[in-house]
């Protein structure tokens, strides 16, 4: 969250007397809408003026009514639209001194001198030469009298402050822009639905993906479904790739693949700077091979749809934190990009990003692609290193001698079956035997224990639950089985792959350490759960999932509330006593109250949630949508809230309730939750074979230092292994969550975006930052 330069300054205040406008150019993206929504509410909350301009810089230009006032209601509904609903052109005539001599007449004579512009790096490019000029523009109008000397000196200075919205992900110094995960989601969708028909009849299908001078969408795709070759413009094939691709593919066939997946980004090149096309593909796959090879080109699909739940919480905490930029900005600040590292937002330099977005141009155009990738961002260079290991090495010759088992522990989410196959390559690509344990710690005290192969992990990527089988049995009373087996099966490492109950087990396990040798062996427990509260880690795998399908389901209440008018909607979502998936859906869903445990609620917080929905029903908005964690309250029950909601609410509003129920465990995983589980698994492995040799004494494993049992977790901007034992302080047991949870502190966001009249915390700045390689490991 953004804070004040003045602690003492009421925020609610903070924008009176000042005007900000906001506006959307260059190609649209999902999410823009989010993040207009959100620069909207709290400049008003803020007690700003806001303005819309319509159609990008050529409305900036044009003025008259293309630059109207925004109100709270006029961005009701947004939410969910992918595009954006405000327009966005590409403007010749702004590029033009004189089509920006226009723009700044138009904002001075509005009084606005905040400009919020959402769009890639040439619209903020724009921005950034507009505000350089500004005085120099200022001075033009009041030499040709069309602006007076005291409209000049009111509005002597322009804050700029941009938003990436770009499908590509190609803006440096931001781990995610908005609209990628979207066009992730959409891309990942076509790939599922083309596996079964590729599948049916032994197909090889290309596909190629947006990403010009980017290849992040085609990367992470190719990650996300397992595909057999990727080409990206960063990163063009080694001479002779022809050979090694047919040879590739002819090797998958060998093994028992029934299809074959290639993605291409339309900026793929060969290493002279020759395009590599999908038909050019195509052409060699069929003459070599002979397969049966279909191209598809997905196009402008990927900028489509609805915004996914990321999208519409990475635009709505972007908009707060770019409306706090301009307020606190001084003319001595430099105009800033506002992103996001990790799970933090944060504000960089906007020309900073700019240059080194165009070094990474420079080096590719200048063939120094490893300078490319690494000017990217860890996140790309990681996503490439990951794929590069699990796509392109083949088994070594020499076994490791090692035997490490892999299990899946209490209730099934998407995403746990990726982190499984990854985590079986990488482990064999390392040279260790694998193998999985069925049905959790039930099947390894009863030694539901097999080798698992490279070909059986094939096409898991995509699938939802648990292939491996899960139960929520916990080690603790079949101690004397499980070490009797780690020792019958020879197991020598464990990966537990799970929600809280793989914690807990981990834990049982390590404190088992004493009584049985057995049990000293590595072990690592990757975060999986859709509740999201496993101690040690911002994130948990399936948690995304979820949250999109409680978002999808809520969009769909919310049409019928918008259909009925004069209708509120108590949802009530899982997560045990973690808030997580309330609060995010709320955000996402744009609810106006979302009751959690961890943020206690009493009898006159229901009250004045009424009182509020009461008002709601005065305006044009004329429906209610209330989350509920389903152990927010032992007493406050869904059904009591529905209750007292259709007492409270009799003449004025009606109520309905759903309990969404085990449809938030299902489904195929997101693009993700897929990423996610890919790179925890590898991780997993690749940690645990440095262990493995650090224990080894006298011919043998053998690790007892708290060190050698650690939770993998995502910690603000990385990947780190924390030791189980350490975290058992930072744990409330009972109830099954972590002491400290980041995600609370945006959850007043949620409230302000709702209207209501809360002390938004400004207590924690965002400083700027510089760009050099910040870019986080997130990066979906």
């Known amino acids: ?54 159609e990008g810089y050529q ?12 109100t709270w209601e006029s961005v009701s509904m947004m939410l969910q639209l992918g595009g954006t609903v405000i327009g966005s052109a590409r403007s010749k005539d702004f590029r033009a001194r004189e089509g920006r001599r226009k723009a700044a007449c138009n904002l001075v004579k509005l009084g606005i001198t905040n400009l919020c512009v959402i769009g890639g790096d040439g619209s903020l490019t724009g921005a950034d030469a507009f505000r350089s000029e500004w005085s120099g523009l200022l001075g033009d109008l009041v030499t040709a009298g069309s602006i007076s000397e005291a409209e000049a000196k009111q509005s002597s200075h322009l804050n700029i402050v941009g938003m990436v919205g770009s499908i590509d992900n190609d803006f440096c110094g931001t781990d995610m822009t908005i609209g990628t995960d979207s066009a992730l989601h959409r891309i990942i ?84 700077g020759q395009p590599i096309t999908s038909d050019q593909i195509k052409e060699l796959v069929t003459d070599r091979l002979g397969f049966d090879t279909r191209t598809t080109v997905l196009g402008h699909v990927q900028r489509g749809g609805t915004p996914s739940a990321f999208d519409r919480i990475l635009g709505s905490r972007m908009g707060v934190e770019a409306v706090m930029a301009l307020l606190e900005a001084t003319p001595d600040t430099p105009a800033c990009v506002v992103s996001l590292s990790g799970n933090q937002a944060v504000r960089l330099p906007l020309m900073e990003c700019v240059q080194v977005t165009k070094d990474v141009t420079a080096a590719m155009a200048e063939g120094r692609f490893e300078d490319a990738i690494k000017l990217r961002g860890t996140s790309f260079e990681n996503n490439w290193k990951t794929y590069k290991m699990l796509a392109h090495i083949n088994p070594p010759d ?27 390559r990488m482990g064999i690509i390392q040279g260790h035997t694998m193998l999985a344990v069925h049905d959790g710690f039930d099947g390894l005290a009863h030694g539901q224990v097999e080798p698992i192969t490279w070909t059986s992990v094939t096409g898991w990527t995509g699938k939802g639950g648990s292939m491996l089988g899960t139960k929520r049995s916990l080690p603790g009373k079949m101690l004397e089985e499980i070490s009797q087996n780690i020792a019958k099966f020879n197991i020598h490492a464990l990966v537990i792959i799970g929600g809280f109950e793989a914690f807990v087990g981990g834990l049982e396990l390590v404190q088992a350490r004493e009584k049985y040798e ?52 108590i949802v009530e979502t899982m997560g045990g006593y973690c808030g997580y998936l309330a609060t995010m859906a709320g955000l996402a869903a744009g609810a106006d109250a979302a009751y959690i445990y961890e943020d206690k609620f009493n009898i006159k917080d229901l009250e004045l949630n009424v009182e509020h929905l009461v008002e709601k029903m005065k305006t044009t908005v004329k429906r209610g949508l209330i989350l509920r ?142 760009v050099i390689n910040k870019r986080g490991d997130l990066g979906k």
């Open 398 to 424: 020499v076994k490791s001698n090692i035997n490490v088992a892999i299990m899946n522990i209490g209730a099934p989410c998407a995403g746990m079956n990726a982190a499984v196959r990854s985590a079986v």
């Open 59 to 70: 409305g900036l230009v044009d003025g008259g009514d293309n630059i109207c006032l925004a």
């Open 189 to 272: 969708e076509v790939v599922d639905a083309i596996t079964t028909t590729a599948q049916s009849h032994q197909r090889t299908f290309i596909l190629e993906v947006m990403g010009r001078h980017c290849g992040y969408l085609a990367l992470v795709s190719a990650l996300s479904c397992g595909a057999d070759w990727v080409f990206i413009p960063e990163m063009p094939p080694d001479d002779g790739w022809e050979d090694h691709l047919c040879r590739r593919l002819a090797d998958q066939r060998a093994r028992g693949s029934r299809l074959n997946v290639i993605i291409v980004a339309e900026g793929a090149m060969s290493r002279d």
């Open 518 to 569: 057995e049990m000293c062996i590595p072990m690592v427990v990757i975060p999986a759960t859709v509740s999201n509260n496993v101690p040690g880690s911002d994130f948990s795998i399936g948690a995304d999932t979820a949250l999109n399908t409680i978002t999808a389901t809520c969009d769909r209440i919310k049409q019928s509330a918008a259909g009925t008018k004069r209708r509120v909607f």
């Open 629 to 770: 964690n389903e152990n927010s309250n032992a007493n406050y029950t869904t059904d009591f809230i529905f209750n007292l909601y259709s007492e409270e609410g009799k003449g004025i509003f009606d109520c309905r309730k759903n309990v969404l129920g085990h449809m938030q465990q299902g489904g195929t995983p997101t693009p993700f939750d897929r990423n996610f589980g890919t790179k925890m698994g590898a991780k997993t492995i690749l940690w645990l074979t440095d262990k493995l040799k650090e224990c080894y004494r006298h011919g043998r494993i053998f690790a007892n230092t708290p060190d050698s049992a650690c939770v993998l977790g995502m910690r603000k901007r990385a990947l780190t292994f924390q030791p189980l034992t350490e975290l058992k302080a930072d744990t409330d047991l009972e109830h099954r969550i972590p002491k400290t949870q980041w995600w609370l502190k945006i959850r007043p966001i949620m409230k302000i975006l709702a209207k209501y009249d809360i002390k938004l915390d400004t207590s924690e700045h965002t400083d700027m930052e510089h």
């Open 1 to 54: 969250m953004s804070s004040d330069l003045h602690p003492t300054l009421d925020p609610t205040k903070m924008g009176l007397g000042r005007s900000i406008a906001v506006l959307t150019s260059g190609g649209d993206a999902q999410g823009m809408n989010a993040a207009v929504r959100a620069t909207v509410r709290v400049g008003l909350y803020t007690g700003a003026k806001v303005y819309f301009v319509h």
